[in-house]
């Protein structure tokens, strides 16, 4: 069996695979951490600089939903720093980036399936009156808010796809399976010493992944298919400006809005109307690609195809961490 020198090299496998929440004291870290008391001061401490910005819009002669639109993106911006340090949200999208970056491929094929139909819709509302009225009409906060809405509409979509993937996944992590994924890892010669002992295979059949570790699974896939889908709503927004820029002169958008167009910058390159547009319809653009990866079964085979070794791996690895943590406390009583 392994020894506590082990284990450690064992944690630090977790961290650089980007499964943080697997290592027992980042476990119990986090559960600090979102104890009702911890939570409840950060939350105090969050509103004393949204009651500052609120001073500051007053002070400024601002409207009430742009002070209300500052006030929120203080405590957003806040929480999210909270919640990227908290949750280790670093380590996960390291893994998560390169393991994106590996599979580019697959954007090949998702782009010509999707691209084409989506363009053809979506070209047919940038030149509409309404589309550019609304978007002016928003502050620049309320356009990020209804962006971010698309965005959590996406995670609502990818939830239940992951969740089941990962269940199944977990099932399949036993006997002999169990010594083919940790091969390579730090607890390699443990698993085939497992194995070879009925009732500790027995004892690692039957640990099971806790709510936490499924969701650093979870978010592992979450920034994978972030990373692939951002990239599909750059080359929208890419599009959608170089466009505007040709196709949509000044005096159309002054027609268009009532009023100039503002530029925002030294080079008046792009104006703040078509900037919003752009980013309001490459955010809708990002909402459809996810509902396309989610119903695309050539894309959903290919995506998990090629991450299932990882998920099983992380789950064969984990199984055996706990067996020899128990295994070595128990010896040292």
Same mark, same amino acid.
Not at 182 to 196: D, H, K, N, W, Y
Not at 296 to 320: H, M, N
């Given at each position: 069996?392994?020894?506590? %020198?082990?284990?450690?090299?064992?944690?630090?496998?977790?961290?650089? %695979?980007?499964? *943080?929440?697997?290592?027992?004291? #980042?476990?119990?870290?986090?559960?600090?951490?979102?104890?009702?008391?911890?939570?409840?001061? /950060?939350? +105090?401490?969050?509103?004393?600089?949204?009651?500052?910005?609120?001073?500051?819009?007053?002070?400024?002669? /601002?409207?009430?939903?742009?002070?209300?639109?500052?006030?929120?993106?203080?405590?957003?911006?806040?929480?999210?720093?909270?919640?990227? !340090?908290? =949750? !280790?949200?670093?380590?996960?999208?390291?893994?998560?980036? +390169?393991?994106?970056?590996? %599979?580019?491929?697959?954007?090949?094929?998702?782009?010509?399936?999707?691209?084409?139909?989506?363009?053809?819709?979506?070209?047919?509302?940038?030149?509409?009156?309404?589309?550019?009225?609304?978007?002016?009409?928003?502050?620049? $906060?309320?356009?990020?808010?209804?962006?971010?809405?698309?965005?959590?509409?996406?995670?609502?979509?990818?939830? $239940?796809? =992951?969740?089941?993937?990962?269940? !199944?996944?977990?099932?399949?992590?036993? #006997?002999?399976?169990?010594?083919?994924?940790?091969?390579?890892?730090?607890?390699?010669?443990?698993?085939?010493?497992?194995?070879?002992? *009925?009732?500790?295979?027995?004892?690692?059949? #039957?640990?099971?992944?806790? $709510?936490?570790?499924?969701? %650093?699974?979870?978010?592992?896939?979450?920034?994978?298919?972030?990373?692939?889908?951002?990239?599909?709503?750059?080359?929208?927004?890419? =599009?959608?400006?170089?466009?505007?820029?040709?196709?949509?002169? *000044?005096?159309?958008?002054?027609?268009?809005? +009532?009023? *100039?167009?503002?530029f925002t910058g030294p080079f008046h390159l792009i104006s703040d109307e078509l900037f919003s547009v752009a980013l309001f319809l490459? #955010? =809708?653009? +990002?909402?459809?690609?996810?509902?396309?990866?989610?119903?695309?079964?050539?894309?959903?085979?290919?995506?998990?195809?090629?991450?299932?070794?990882?998920?099983?791996?992380?789950?064969?690895?984990?199984?055996?961490?706990?067996?020899?943590?128990?295994?070595?406390?128990?010896?040292?009583?």
């Open positions: 069996m392994l020894t506590t %020198n082990d284990v450690a090299k064992c944690e630090r496998w977790f961290d650089d %695979n980007g499964l *943080p929440y697997f290592v027992e004291s #980042g476990h119990e870290a986090i559960q600090r951490a979102l104890a009702p008391r911890v939570v409840g001061l /950060w939350a +105090g401490l969050l509103a004393v600089p949204a009651a500052v910005a609120v001073l500051v819009g007053v002070a400024l002669h /601002w409207t009430a939903a742009e002070v209300v639109g500052l006030a929120v993106a203080v405590v957003l911006v806040g929480a999210v720093a909270r919640a990227v !340090r908290v =949750f !280790r949200v670093a380590l996960i999208s390291r893994w998560a980036l +390169g393991h994106a970056w590996e %599979n580019r491929s697959l954007l090949g094929p998702l782009a010509t399936r999707a691209l084409p139909f989506l363009l053809l819709f979506i070209t047919f509302l940038f030149i509409n009156t309404e589309v550019w009225q609304v978007c002016a009409a928003l502050p620049r $906060p309320l356009l990020w808010a209804s962006v971010g809405i698309f965005a959590l509409m996406a995670v609502a979509f990818l939830a $239940p796809s =992951f969740a089941s993937e990962i269940a !199944r996944v977990g099932v399949e992590v036993e #006997g002999e399976r169990l010594a083919a994924t940790c091969q390579g890892t730090p607890v390699a010669s443990a698993a085939r010493e497992i194995l070879a002992e *009925p009732h500790l295979a027995s004892e690692v059949a #039957g640990i099971r992944l806790p $709510p936490l570790q499924r969701r %650093n699974l979870m978010l592992m896939l979450f920034v994978a298919q972030a990373v692939q889908m951002l990239s599909l709503v750059l080359i929208v927004f890419g =599009f959608f400006v170089v466009f505007g820029s040709i196709a949509i002169r *000044p005096s159309v958008i002054e027609t268009w809005v +009532g009023s *100039p167009p503002h490459s #955010g =809708f653009a +990002g909402l459809y690609f996810t509902v396309q990866a989610v119903i695309d079964d050539t894309y959903r085979r290919e995506f998990f195809t090629r991450i299932e070794d990882d998920l099983q791996q992380a789950i064969g690895v984990r199984k055996v961490y706990v067996a020899l943590r128990a295994h070595l406390a128990h010896a040292s009583r």
